[in-house]
């Protein structure tokens, strides 16, 4: 049983709605999307941004593609004010951009806010006052009717405000804080009150803003929040319904994304989730998530890389290594299963298909990431892993056989150096294990004929510095070699398994080739690399035997060391 007293907290009530539809729609678009990055963001942080940084981070947002981004709340920080006049001054806003700023429901905060924004050409006024349970009885310490009055007269104002200033083009946007935790009946009818006196039109609407100032409930009790406002405020047609969610409880994305599908029209965030306590929506989660699912996003988020720099330099806060879509390990496979279905499924993967790769959600290709980082060989890789470095590095494609085999020495390695087996070392284990060019026997040259079917070869051998010749006959090289040599040692060989490739494309392209034998019951692999794709096969079937001959060297010594 917990230690903890569970009883002190109390459930969301459920919504009165017995007859949502939000589960059974599906998001066919992206929202209208407003980025906070600027303000919510801002002011969450240890060390606000300097004037560099927010122009760095407006610059970004710009560049992505955002059509509304709030810039701060001037009236309440001479920096925000600062940066507002710039902008406008500096001629730095896009004429498709609008610029948002908040502010509370006070006279004389609105009027400070309006002369930040004289001289822009579209501009958002974003008011807002607390309208939950809590807020009104221990913060304000009035009734339903003294609340709503704050929000009538910050609408009023805002209205009043505005008409001094005729050449702007003005959007109101209201929010009712801590909308979910605010009776439902009660946040529709001070929002119908606000949108009386803003008097909206299906031509010239008004925002209003539904935000989870503190995530307190699940997703899908959101969503229900959501529909039911949807469904019960006055001029539906004339108001875009906008969501701004917190993480508190790990679920703002999803929420969202219900809200969404419950009938809102907007959303407000931050790139990568910045913002007070477990910060705000992500918007490049959310956004990568349309994606995955065919749906255009309407922002630039191809260039990922460069968006994490930016955004972690002015906010001072890294970036998880396993963040969604961006990370850098969100596309890299360690476990030995997941690498061997990625190498399986890429190999079959076409251009002309849709994406269709295990454990894959997209195309890395698609946010500028390559397949150099896709799998990455620790002691947790297996086979899959191990021949995946080996074909993308080198061009080198492994048979099963010594794929597993092979796999085994990586491991071995990973785990004395405890981490991971870069491309390099498995090419060289590889080599050292299967590739025997300085073991005992050594091929100096060969002659082969061919009469009827059948092919005779004699083989110049180096042996511990002593040169011989051997002759063998069968039916391919190999099967005369191997001849050859059971003549020669008096050994028992049986070719089980042979393959072969170039290792690039092009008449000059070297071949490498696998053998695996059967030396005296025990099978062996060997591989070799040639431009002859005939002597690649030969110095393979050598490496195996050198490979027979070094384990017999082995055990002698090791009897030896016992007696």
Known sequence: ?????????????????????????????????????????????????SVEQKRRMWALLVKMGFKQIEIGFPAASQADYDFTRWLIEAQQVPDDVQIQVLVQARQELIAKTYEALAGAKRAIVHVYNSTSTVQRERVFQLDREGVKQIAINGARWVQEEARRYPQTEWQFQYSPESFTNTEMDYAVEVCNAVINVWQPT??????????????????????????????????????????????DRGCAVAAAELGLLAGADRIEGTLLGNGERTGNMDIVTMAMNLYSQGIDPE???????????????????????????????????????????????????????????????????????????????????????????????????????????LATHVQRVSEQ?????????????????????????????YRLDCHDHLDTIEL???????????????????????????????QS???????????????????????????????????????????????AVVSA?????????SVGAAQCAVS
């Open 202 to 247: 299906p031509a010239n609407k008004c925002i209003i803003n539904l935000p989870a100032t503190v995530e307190s409930s699940t997703p899908n009790i959101f969503a229900d929040q959501v529909e039911y406002f949807c469904r019960h405020v006055q001029q539906r047609d004339s108001i875009i319904v906008s969501l701004h969610t917190h993480n």
């Open 493 to 539: 060989v049986d070719v089980l398994d042979y393959n072969e490739h170039a290792l690039s494309e092009g008449v000059q392209s070297e071949a490498a080739a696998f053998m695996l034998l059967n030396i005296d019951g025990e099978r062996i692999a060997g591989a070799a690399m040639d431009m002859d794709t005939v002597s690649a096969s030969l110095k």
């Open 299 to 405: 922002l630039d988020l191809s260039r990922p890389d460069e968006m994490v720099v930016i955004v972690t330099d002015c906010t001072q806060i890294p970036l998880a290594p396993r963040h969604p879509w961006v990370g850098d390990l969100v596309y890299t496979a360690f476990s030995g299963s997941h690498q061997d279905a990625i190498r399986k499924c890429l190999k079959q993967q076409r251009n002309d298909e849709s994406w269709q790769v295990a454990y894959l959600p997209i195309d890395p290709r698609d946010l500028g990431r390559d397949y150099q980082a896709i799998i990455r060989v620790n002691s947790q890789s297996g086979k899959g892993g191990v021949a995946f470095v080996l074909e993308r590095d080198y061009g080198v494609h492994l048979p099963r056989w010594m794929q597993v085999e």
């Open 1 to 49: 049983m917990s230690r903890f007293d569970h009883r002190k907290y109390r459930p969301m009530a459920a919504v009165p709605l017995v007859d949502r539809q939000w589960p059974n729609r599906q998001i066919q678009q992206a929202p209208l999307w407003a980025s906070v990055d600027l303000r919510d963001g801002n002011q969450a942080l240890i060390e606000p941004m």
């Open 460 to 490: 110049d051998l180096v042996c511990q510095d002593e040169s011989f010749t051997i002759r063998g006959q069968g039916e391919g090289a190999i099967a005369a070699m191997v001849d050859a040599w059971q003549q020669h040692s008096g």
């Open 545 to 553: 035997l050198n490979r027979k001959a070094l384990r017999v060297i």
């Open 417 to 445: 150096q405890g981490g991971i087996v870069d491309g390099e070392t498995i090419y060289a284990l590889f080599r050292k294990h299967f590739v025997q060019t300085e073991a005992p026997i050594r091929l100096n040259g």
